[in-house]
């Protein structure tokens, strides 16, 4: 269980702070069931509910320094995502999406950023669905890292890039 004032990782939201522990005052809501009330990093107007003890994944801990320093270092061994059929691309970028785990956000960013180079490279534009789960994965990942590394989240692609000296890395 979390307390009020933890940070926690949302599935959708990334980094959220908890702001209060409470039942929610919704007609026709159990009066009985605690919620986490969380409000995201970047988005400080906005709130979230989630239900204390659901049994999801939608919320979780945030990574340690030394388990991010590590999951950054591993991109370049880091496997994309294979999708055997391009009409299931979204269903498996959504997949890797939802799972909340920075690993799979991260073999996302990886896949996306490589077939977006590589469009690139031949004169075409990165498809919407890769700009669109690129964007999410950025946000969901990011904003977790920035947090545990006292880094500012506008520039973890730069951070994430000085780690390694090859010059083949796409663009994270």
């Not at 999406?97 to 690993?103: G, R």
């Not at 950025?138 to 506008?154: F, H, N, P």
Request: glycine fraction near 4%; aromatic fraction near 8%; proline fraction near 3%.
């Amino acid at each position: 269980m979390f307390n009020t004032g933890d940070y926690v990782v949302h599935k959708n939201d990334g980094l959220c702070k908890i702001t209060e522990i409470s039942t929610l005052n919704i007609p026709d809501c159990d009066n009985e069931k605690q919620y986490y009330f969380l409000t995201p990093i970047d988005s400080p107007n906005s709130r979230i509910y989630v239900a204390v003890g659901s049994g999801d994944s939608s919320l979780r801990a945030p990574i340690s320094e030394d388990e991010a320093l590590e999951l950054i270092d591993s991109f370049p061994s880091l496997d994309t995502l294979s999708v055997e059929n391009e009409k299931q691309r979204q269903n498996a970028y959504s997949a890797a999406l939802i799972q909340n785990d920075c690993e799979q956000l991260l073999r996302l960013i990886k896949t996306t950023s490589i077939r977006k180079a590589e469009r690139v490279s031949k004169g075409r534009s990165a498809t919407s669905v890769d700009e669109h789960f690129l964007k999410s994965a950025r946000k969901a990942l990011y904003s977790e890292l920035s947090y545990v590394l006292g880094i500012q989240e506008d520039s973890m692609p730069d951070f994430i890039q000085a780690r390694f000296t090859n010059a083949e890395l796409y663009a994270v």
